[in-house]
Antibody, heavy 121, light 110 residues
C-alpha cells in the first residue's frame, strides 16, 4: 500500500526549531519529487516546500525562504522539513505529499495524515 | 487573500448537483492544469481531479472537472451526505513561483 506517515509535531516555542519527518512506503520513493504543505487551524492549504527526487533541487515560495529547509534520505525513504525561528504563525497541521510525475503539470496524489505543530510561549 | 477565488460555500439536497468555481489568471490557471482536492472533516486532503478533468483510480464519475481560459469548475452530481467536505482547487503560479490554492469551498448537503 502506498503510504506517507508524518511525525515530529508537537509543542514548539517561539524562536525555537522543529524537524518534521515523513516516512514513505509502497512506492519507489527516490523516483518522485515530494512536497510539504501546512494548514493553520480553520484555514486553507498552503504549499511550504518541495524537493526533487534526487534531493539536489529544493523549492520554496518566497514567504518560506530562510526559515524552512527540506531534505530527504532516499536510502531510508524519509522526507524532512526543518523549521527555524518558530513563530506562533507556524502553528498548523503539516502534511507531506507525493508530487506528480515530472512530465506532468503539478498535482499531489498521495498525502500523509498530517502532524500538528503548536507554537506557544 | 487567495490567488485563486472560490465561493466560500455551496449547498444542495441529496441527489442534486453542485458546481464549484475556481477563478484565477493567466499566470496560473491560464497556463497550468488545475487539480481539485477534497478534505473531509478532520482528515488529510485527497486528490479528486488532476490535469483539469482526469480522475484518479477510485474516484467516482460523479466528480468531474473542466477548465476554460482562466477559470476551472468542479461538478458533483448525485450529491451524497458523504460528500460534505471542504473542496480546494490548486495549480502552479508562474509569477509567484509557487503552488497556490483557492481558499476552499464548503459543500453542505441539506
Amino acid at each position: 500500500e502506498v503510504q506517507l506517515l508524518e511525525s515530529g509535531g508537537g509543542l514548539g516555542h517561539p524562536g525555537g526549531s522543529l524537524r518534521l519527518s515523513c516516512a514513505a512506503s509502497g512506492f519507489s520513493f527516490g523516483s518522485f519529487d515530494m512536497s510539504w504543505f501546512r494548514q493553520a487551524p480553520g484555514k486553507g492549504l498552503e504549499w511550504v516546500s518541495a524537493i526533487s527526487g534526487s534531493g539536489v533541487n529544493t523549492f520554496f515560495p518566497e514567504s518560506k525562504k530562510g526559515r524552512f529547509s527540506i531534505s530527504r534520505d532516499n536510502s531510508k525513504n524519509m522526507l524532512y522539513l526543518h523549521i527555524n525561528s518558530l513563530t506562533t504563525e507556524d502553528t498548523a497541521t503539516y502534511y507531506c505529499a507525493r508530487d506528480s510525475p515530472p512530465e506532468s503539470h503539478p498535482f499531489f496524489d498521495i498525502w500523509g495524515q498530517g502532524t500538528l505543530v503548536t507554537v506557544s510561549p | 487573500q487567495s490567488v485563486l477565488t472560490q465561493p466560500p460555500s455551496v449547498s444542495a439536497t441529496p441527489g442534486q448537483k453542485v458546481t464549484i468555481s475556481c477563478s484565477g489568471s493567466s499566470s496560473n490557471i491560464g497556463t497550468y492544469s488545475v487539480s481539485w482536492y477534497h478534505q473531509l472533516p478532520g482528515t488529510a486532503p485527497k486528490l479528486l481531479i488532476y490535469d483539469d478533468y482526469k480522475r484518479p483510480s477510485g474516484i467516482p464519475d460523479r466528480f468531474s472537472g473542466s477548465k476554460s481560459g482562466t477559470s476551472a469548475t468542479l461538478d458533483i452530481t448525485g450529491l451524497q451526505t458523504g460528500d460534505e467536505a471542504d473542496y480546494y482547487c490548486g495549480t502552479w503560479d508562474n509569477s509567484l513561483r509557487a503552488y497556490v490554492f483557492g481558499a476552499g469551498t464548503k459543500v453542505t448537503v441539506l
